[in-house]
């Protein structure tokens, strides 16, 4: 005997929130501002969603207290929370810097609905993505020492991790298009997350604190072996396509980690952001780096569209260089909107970090420790961060919502 599967439930769209059709069987849990989690967390807004969660901000009964509870859909599982308990628990020797930019789980429990039963846990919120900050400024800028504060506790973080052997509004109705009744598994209404952010150029030293988030697709190397790239095409290291039978390492990364600095120093994103292939993205890659390396050169099928095969540009073209992406990035709208620029010593120290995590052999790239310990760290990100320690002995620092990187 053969059973027909359900049709297909089609919703009215709405801008700025997840995807309505995954409230079914095994998706998301339909939660409304106000209900009760656990017995113990008050929903208040939504602070945000992905594939396979979304998150709240809840006031927490028992501490009195606005926390952010993330609630899995009912086919997650416990990987992130699980990665998220182990890295809050440190011994001596596991402790750094960066284990503060790991958001500790404060709780941990499960609810159950008409969809099934959903992992949630509670962490401190956070204020805002870095990338929320700056599509909320005019200039897209942060200024320069909350910039380098906020990439010196970023590589921190990523250096922890590292150690620790892992790679890594108001309401609007919802309405079927076809008028029929809403399941019981769909909630009544849904909400765009709530803002709790200001634009990038007005957060001040003492307010740049990070949280490194969303550890759903993390993983030990040591205990498994990835070979997918679940990385957007702007900062998915070229080893994700060059070498797809080769498990995925610390290396990887480290492109991502170099790519998210540029952007917290520059306007632009060091990848064009409007890829959209995977030869668009390798093309951009050889703008800026140059050639790939032999091997990969050859598996390139569509290399003859942009380049000579000594990797020179074809006539007529104008690629975007790797000097050009500086001043165009960084220098320029910097500049143009009355702000601080990098000094010649610190714009070459900048631009001989980022270009070593850049290299395209995953072997040849530093190890998070190691980019700690390059100048422009040293000289100029560090010392920034230090800063907000001197805020917080003197009392100065006042960071109600740590940003989320």
Partial sequence: MTTTPSPRVLYKHIDDVERLEYYRPGGYHPIEIGDHLHERYRVVHKLGYGTFSTTWLAHDKALSKYVAVKVGTADSDQKEVNILSRLSISTLQDRGPGQDSIPPVLDRFSVHGPNGTHPCFVTAP?????????????S????????????????????????????HGDPEP???????PLASGVPRHVYSPVWLGDASEKIGLSESKILLADFGTAFYPTQESRLQSYTPLEIRPPEAR?????????????WSLAC????????????DSFLLSQDDATRDQVDALGRLPPEWWEKWEARSKSFAEDGSPNEGRSPWSWDRRFEDSIQQPRREKGMETLGEKEGHALREMIWWMLTFRPGDRPSADQVLKTAWMR??????????????????YNCHHPVKA
Wanted: net charge positive; hydrophobic share 45%; glycine share 4%.
């Fill in 379 to 396: 000289n100029w990100a560090i010392p920034e961060l230090d800063k907000i320690s001197k805020f917080r002995i003197s009392g100065a």
């Fill in 242 to 254: 060059f070498e797809p039978t080769t498990p995925l390492s610390f290396a990887y990364d480290i």
């Fill in 174 to 180: 919802v309405r079927r298009a076809d008028r029929e």
């Fill in 140 to 167: 897209r800028l942060f200024q320069l020492p909350v910039a380098r504060s906020l990439a010196a506790q970023l590589a921190m973080a990523v250096a922890y991790t590292h150690k620790r052997g892992l790679v």
């Fill in 260 to 271: 998210t600095i540029w952007a917290i120093v520059g306007q632009r994103p060091f990848l």
């Fill in 126 to 138: 956070a204020r805002c993505s870095l990338a929320d900050t700056k599509e909320a400024s005019s």
